[in-house]
């Protein structure tokens, strides 16, 4: 069976899914790959909104950057008032007297994704502290010290235009994607698993000759419908939990494609 085959009947003709046990346990692991990039597109499409978010705020928040210099590692300006400008999605903070803290610009971050801060002595960058957070950049605050070669030629005029003239890379999609679809295929490993333990079971109850290898392939296979179908929701429903769903429509599409399957006399 060929994979656009499968493709067809796992979405036309369950009963000829029985026919998975036969594809090599590799290309079953491709597919499997291929259902997770899949399941990936509503978490993709989240954080293309969340990027879209930060580039509308940092545009706004853009306007309101005042004219500064860096000079001997301190923020050197006219405008003697700091001030906090708050978004939907980002916290800054403007406070050329050092009356902050870095402390204090991650303490500000309430529900809000980024906050940022051009203090007196340094930027300051802190991100959401979540696991994902600290798997990929290992900390979610970073300040740098305006004693950095990398910061002396740093200007309001080229932060403001900076931020004005941001666009998204088409490309942080794709790594969005492909970063979501590990998460995605660890969770499709465990609830097939799972279902395929309670499949298998079911395949003794109905004396099919079928292995736990044969009913895992063909579970994966069963799962191409239900996943899909949880794609579409989680893409207009982002909190909606999709593994129950999953696992229900999986199991029952896999009872329909054992029904002929040869029995054990």
């Known amino acids: 069976m060929r994979f656009l085959q499968l493709v067809k009947n796992s979405i036309l003709h369950f009963n000829e899914l029985k026919n998975a046990k036969n594809i090599g346990f590799g290309k079953m692991i491709l597919y499997l790959l291929l259902l997770s990039l899949i399941a990936a597109i509503p978490i993709t499409l989240q954080v293309r909104q969340v990027f879209s978010d930060i580039q509308s705020d940092g545009q706004e928040i853009a306007e309101q950057i005042p004219d500064f210099t860096v000079e001997d590692g301190k923020m050197q300006t006219n405008e003697q008032d700091g001030f906090i400008y708050q978004t939907d999605s980002i916290i800054f903070t403007f406070d050329p007297e050092g009356q902050r803290t870095s402390d204090d610009i991650s303490k500000d971050m309430i529900g809000n994704f980024l906050s940022i801060g051009l203090l007196q002595e340094e930027a300051v960058l802190s991100l959401q502290s979540n696991e994902a957070t600290e798997t990929i950049f290992g900390n979610n605050q970073f300040e740098l010290s305006y004693d950095d070669s990398r910061m002396q030629n740093l200007t309001g005029e080229m932060i403001r235009n900076e931020l004005s003239q941001s666009k ?9 994607l492909l970063v979501a679809t590990y998460p995605s295929f660890i969770n499709l490993i465990v609830i097939l698993l799972i279902t395929t333990i309670i499949g298998n079971l079911y395949s003794r109850i109905q004396r099919t000759s079928n ?3 044969d009913n895992l392939k063909i579970m994966i296979a069963s799962a191409t419908l239900p996943v899909i179908i949880g794609a579409v929701i989680n893409s207009f429903s982002a ?18 494609a ?5 029995k054990i006399e």
Not at 168 to 176: K, Y
Not at 240 to 256: G, K, V
Not at 258 to 262: D, L, N
């Open 168 to 176: 998204l890379p088409w490309w942080t999609l794709l790594v969005a």
């Open 211 to 213: 292995r736990f290898l």
């Open 239 to 256: 909190g909606f939990d999709s593994t129950m769903l999953i696992a229900i429509l999986a199991f029952f599409i896999f009872m329909q």
């Open 258 to 262: 054992i029904k002929s399957t040869k």
